[in-house]
């Protein structure tokens, strides 16, 4: 059964501060990766989509990487602003079986200090 | 387009009652599914549907009915509910193998 893990579960920095948000996963046959935000009370905003044949993709100041041999994902965060204090939440989905069923880490919380 | 909508935001239920949470999409997606968020446990699949009249179980369906009968809409039913599904609700859509998109949530309380 796939498991994802996301450390740390929660993150302060200071404005300006270039940062790494870290999920792992341990069923390495995925299809895809998705990287997602969630404001407090809100709903879930797709940030990046990786497909398991890519090893990055980049938007803006965000650049997720994707290792699937070793079952792990980085989001990259470039000079963070406090607008950036969210939730982000990574998500796998299987490459066989259940179609497109989303598996969920459970988050990290990251606060980004002015 | 105005992506995935739910409705409604909020709703608050007794023990027992039913109710239906409405999800539609105007994306043509064919695959939609309904996800519980819950403290501590993460986003949890609950029902899915690859197109019209066709849906499936996911990690925690008891308590749950869905159908699906138009590409636009799928809705979720609670017959009976319970305080353990006090939660927040959401669904999203696709086409397949592609990015997933979620509505903005449904937060239900059961007393």
């Known amino acids: 059964k796939q498991e994802v893990t996301q450390i740390p579960a929660a993150l302060s920095v200071p404005e300006g501060e270039n940062l790494v948000l870290n999920c792992s996963f341990t069923d390495s046959a995925i299809y895809n990766l998705q990287w997602f935000r969630q404001d407090p009370g809100k709903g879930l905003t797709s940030l990046l989509l990786i497909q398991s044949s890519q090893r990055e993709q980049t938007s803006g100041r965000l650049n997720a990487s994707l290792d699937k041999s070793s079952g792990r994902s980085t989001l990259y965060i470039a000079a963070s602003q406090p607008g950036d204090s969210a939730t982000y939440l990574c998500?796998?989905?299987?490459?066989?079986?259940?179609?497109?069923?989303?598996?969920f880490g459970k988050g990290t919380k990251l606060s980004v200090k002015p | 387009n105005a992506g995935v909508t739910q409705t409604p935001k909020f709703q608050v239920l007794k023990t027992g009652q039913s109710m239906t949470l409405q999800c539609a999409q105007d994306?043509?997606?064919?695959?939609m599914s309904w996800y519980r968020q819950d403290p501590g446990m993460g986003l949890r699949l609950i029902h899915y549907s690859v197109g019209a009249g066709i849906t499936d179980q996911g990690e925690v369906p008891n308590g749950y009915n869905v159908s699906r009968s138009t590409t636009e809409d799928f809705p979720l039913r609670l017959l009976s509910a319970a305080p353990s599904q006090t939660s927040v609700y959401f669904c999203?859509?696709?086409?397949?193998?592609?990015?997933?998109?979620f509505g903005p949530g449904t937060r239900l309380t059961v007393l």
């Open positions: 994306m043509n997606h064919e695959y």
């Open positions: 999203a859509s696709s086409y397949f193998g592609n990015e997933q998109f």
């Open positions: 998500a796998v989905k299987g490459d066989g079986g259940s179609q497109g069923n989303l598996i």
